[in-house]
């Protein structure tokens, strides 16, 4: 059968690459052509788009490309009309998704979405689009289920946290080996993750490193992300004690006593990793405005949200700066406030269910096919 799957950012990268490895052992016949990155290249098929190609974020940055995305748009019908596939697999990506979504439908394609938009978060009016435009929606969170089924009666799959499965699956590191590679000491490892997009590194990393002369015990580690090239970071790296190691994420998360993350998936898997961490976020402050207004939720982590109290720290824009991480940071590397913080992160874990969600996605998948 034929799958064309659209993926736009790091994060459906890496969960398209695992379903489709699992499309592919289900469905030894698989066809794929798809939108997203180098994992999901690497799991084969024909790559349609590189996401880096279309990681605009905020509402200025996106009305300053709104040409580059029409014709994305465009472009991207074309391919599927040609391709003909079998069903068409969305993974989060709304603003894109959604509109191709709505053309499939009329097209009288079989439309999946694997990973819901988080329509729960803001735009819930979203939800009579979903219910026109999407034959079959996977979700991975779940409080999503109660928010879909109980709320605007349209009928989903919870399937576990594709995250667990990623964590679990990994090649274990030989952290001896790693530090020796990255030439990092016997210190303990505080890890930097700033995000994928170049406009949200260049706002957060810069910040985050202010208070790196505040903690000489530590040595500070960059997670520097797939799509971006080494050459975009050396303009924070003037300092000898700063340390940077390239889609190695899972790697340094596996070594890391402590982390400050950006705000996105990143949260979630720094938890999974079982990691202290403090939370940070600093968009362009019209975006900023404009979300504040419309964003009703209580908290901006993943962590947080399915927890439904915090658990980890959120540092947001005039609230991330120096003093603020400074202080957070010293609270996650006290030996009781980490063991308090590591039990609820096993807590979250239970909440996410058990492994599989890319087997559990690709046999629904298949299965409403056929």
Request: hydrophobic share 40%; with cysteine; proline share 3%.
């Amino acid at each position: 059968m034929k799958y064309y799957i659209i993926a736009g950012e790091a994060s459906g990268d890496l969960h398209g690459a695992n379903l489709m490895k699992e499309l592919y052992k289900q469905d030894p016949q698989a066809e794929i052509r798809f939108w997203g990155g180098d994992l999901m290249q690497q799991a084969g098929g024909t790559l349609v788009k590189h996401y880096r190609d279309l990681a605009f974020m905020g509402f200025v940055e996106v009305l300053q490309n709104l040409n580059t995305i029409l014709n994305n748009i465009k472009f991207c019908k074309q391919d599927i009309a040609s391709f003909n596939p079998d069903a068409i697999i969305f993974i989060d990506y709304p603003g894109f998704n959604m509109r191709i979504a709505k053309w499939a439908r009329k097209e009288g394609l079989k439309t999946h979405y694997y990973i819901s938009p988080q329509i729960w978060a803001w735009k819930e009016n979203r939800i009579k689009d979903i219910k026109r435009d999407v034959d079959k929606m996977y979700i991975i969170l779940p409080f999503e289920k109660e928010f879909y089924e109980a709320k605007h009666n349209f009928p989903v799959e919870f399937v576990g946290h594709p995250l667990i499965d990623a964590i679990q699956n990994r090649s274990t590191t030989n952290k001896e080996a790693f530090r020796k590679e990255h030439n990092l000491d016997d210190r303990p490892v505080i890890a930097l993750l700033p995000g994928s997009r170049k406009q949200e590194i260049s706002k957060m990393l810069s910040i985050m490193l202010s208070i790196v002369d505040d903690f000489k015990d530590y040595q500070f580690v960059i997670a520097g992300a797939p799509s971006q090239e080494y050459s975009f970071y050396e303009q924070f790296l003037d300092k000898k004690s700063i340390h940077f190691v390239s889609n190695k994420t899972y790697d340094l998360l596996s070594i890391a006593h402590a982390a400050l993350v950006t705000s996105g998936t990143a949260t979630l898997e720094t938890a999974l990793f079982k990691v202290p961490e403090v939370v940070c976020y600093k968009g362009n402050w019209i975006s900023y405005q404009i979300a504040k207004r419309i964003i009703t939720l209580k908290y901006i982590s993943l962590v947080n949200l399915i927890m439904n109290k915090e658990v980890v720290k959120e540092l947001i824009q005039d609230d991330f700066n120096k003093k603020s991480i400074k202080a957070e940071l010293e609270k996650i590397l006290d030996a009781k406030h980490r063991e308090n913080l590591l039990q609820e992160y096993d807590n979250l874990e239970q909440k996410l269910g058990g492994a599989g969600a890319s087997a559990n996605t690709a046999k629904l998948i298949i299965k409403e096919i056929k």
